[in-house]
């Protein structure tokens, strides 16, 4: 399985992943000319975009990516959240799996301050299995045969009082980051 990280952070997220049948971006929270950018000007190629959950920074170019006609699937509240609609919007259900061409997928709940879901993602063309969260505090379920785990920890509690301290975010965030966040300290 081939798998691009486009963004990973605060001010956007968004992977591409394909098995050489089937690609998918698994969020899309940079505008889509970086997107586009990113995978080589091949938009047409993208069978689909699987969003975690609603906040801008994984779910920015939603709105774009449809107008370009790529199929978008997110918990309904992702949507309702967005304003949007149509033939485009897939709403999906934790543990109900779903397939896109050749990939098989199951979302699953995730523990964060919005509702939020992570995904098992499982190649029928080559068997593999992908498991990928984001924004979340801990994941409550366990994968057996996974090949790949492309999760985001994305604070330390030094770092988060160093930014405090240096006044680039106010301390109230502090609580939200450390309960909503899985931290990359040991």
Do not use: W
């Given at each position: 399985?081939?798998?691009?990280?486009?963004?990973?952070?605060?001010?956007?997220?968004?992977?591409?992943?394909?098995?050489?049948?089937?690609?998918?971006?698994?969020?899309?929270?940079?505008?889509?000319?970086?997107?586009?950018?990113?995978?080589?000007?091949?938009?047409?190629?993208?069978?689909?975009?699987?969003?975690t959950h609603r906040h801008n920074d994984h779910s920015k170019a939603i709105p774009d990516l449809i107008k370009a006609g790529v199929d978008v699937y997110a918990l309904d509240d992702v949507f309702k959240a967005k304003g949007i609609s149509g033939h485009r919007c897939h709403s999906i259900l934790p543990l109900n799996q779903f397939t896109v061409g050749s990939m098989s997928?199951?979302?699953?709940?995730?523990?964060?301050?919005?509702?939020?879901?992570?995904?098992?993602?499982?190649?029928?063309?080559?068997?593999?299995?992908?498991?990928?969260?984001?924004?979340?505090?801990?994941?409550?379920?366990?994968?057996?045969?996974?090949?790949?785990?492309?999760?985001?920890?994305?604070?330390?509690?030094?770092?988060?009082?160093?930014?405090?301290?240096?006044?680039?975010?106010?301390?109230?965030?502090?609580?939200?980051?450390?309960?909503?966040?899985?931290?990359?300290?040991?």
């Open positions: 399985m081939k798998i691009k990280v486009l963004a990973s952070s605060s001010k956007g997220n968004c992977h591409y992943i394909s098995d050489g049948q089937t690609s998918l971006l698994l969020d899309a929270g940079i505008p889509i000319k970086q997107i586009q950018v990113g995978i080589g000007f091949r938009l047409r190629d993208i069978s689909g975009v699987l969003i997928i199951m979302p699953f709940d995730c523990v964060h301050d919005v509702p939020n879901c992570g995904f098992l993602i499982t190649s029928n063309y080559s068997g593999e299995k992908l498991l990928y969260f984001t924004d979340t505090h801990y994941v409550k379920y366990t994968f057996q045969g996974l090949n790949y785990i492309l999760a985001e920890c994305n604070f330390s509690k030094e770092a988060i009082d160093k930014s405090i301290a240096d006044g680039r975010i106010p301390h109230s965030l502090k609580k939200r980051l450390i309960n909503t966040h899985m931290s990359i300290d040991v």
